[in-house]
């Protein structure tokens, strides 16, 4: 099974900036799309940013649209750049997969990362 590793999450100070990158070991994320989601202390996952299989298509939540932007790096690599960080961003950021083609039902992916940490405060 697809083994998904999340790291570059931190503490930031408001409009900083920090990558955080989706990796796997053994296996090659080409046919995957590549979702990154968010889970602040008391409130419920929601769907961030996810890149389709091919890289042609990537999805923002309204919220980041125009501060996140996540690509392909390389077969085992994806990336997500978030610039101009805020209080609100605070959460564990989990990537997931799903084959070919991003969706918003988070049931549908199929492999998992166990998440890393971002922290924005000043």
């Known amino acids: 099974q697809l083994q998904l590793v999340e790291s570059g999450g931190g503490l930031v100070q408001p409009g900083g900036s920090l990558r955080l990158s989706c990796e796997t070991s053994?296996?090659?994320?080409?046919?995957?799309?590549i979702g990154w989601f968010r889970q602040a202390p008391g409130k419920e996952r929601e769907g961030v940013s996810c890149?389709?299989?091919?890289?042609?298509?990537t999805y923002y939540l309204d919220s980041v649209n125009g501060r996140f932007t996540m690509s392909r790096h390389d077969k085992k690599t994806t990336y997500l750049q978030m610039d101009n960080l805020k209080p609100e961003d605070t959460a564990v950021y989990y990537c997931?997969?799903?084959?070919?083609?991003?969706?918003?039902?988070?049931?549908?992916?199929?492999?998992w990362g166990q998440g890393t940490q971002v922290i924005v405060s000043s």
């Open positions: 053994e296996f090659t994320l080409d046919p995957y799309a």
């Open positions: 997931a997969a799903v084959p070919v083609f991003c969706t918003p039902q988070s049931r549908n992916f199929v492999s």
């Open positions: 890149i389709s299989s091919g890289g042609a298509s």
